[in-house]
Nanobody, 119 residues
Framework: QAQLVESGGGLVQTGGSLRLSCAAS????????MGWFRQAPGKEREFLAS????????YYADSVKGRFTISTDNAKNTVYLQMNSLLPEGTAVYCC????????????WGQGTQVTVSS
């Protein structure tokens, strides 16, 4: 069974940094784009970043460009999101998602990890 297990969330002050991890297992994700999304209470899910395991096709939302970096470790089947200069509006549940190549929808398999940015 496919799993994406996120970790690394927590409480951080405005301007601080966190690195989220997403361990992928249960299927061959090599033909999937991997992405990170977040959802704050009462708001819609927001795309943050995505890339292929090869590093190709890397995209960022304008709201995080220059502050967040998505990366992958193929040997560990893990996707990371390095988040710097965090803002209070970054308080949300962050989820790791996968999209099969040739399709349009990302799916969050896991429970997500809570990030709280204090002002």
């Amino acid at each position: 069974q496919a799993q994406l297990v996120e970790s690394g969330g927590g409480l951080v002050q405005t301007g601080g940094s966190l690195r989220l991890s997403c361990a992928a297992s249960g299927r061959d994700f090599s033909n999937y784009a991997m992405g990170w999304f977040r959802q704050a209470p009462g708001k819609e899910r927001e795309f943050l970043a995505s890339r292929m395991w090869s590093g190709a096709n890397t995209y960022y939302a304008d709201s995080v460009k220059g502050r967040f970096t998505i990366s992958t470790d193929n040997a560990k089947n893990t996707v990371y999101l390095q988040m710097n200069s965090l803002l209070p509006e970054g308080t949300a549940v962050y989820c790791c998602a996968a999209r099969l190549r040739g399709t349009t929808d990302f799916r969050c398999w896991g429970q997500g990890t809570q990030v709280t940015v204090s002002s």
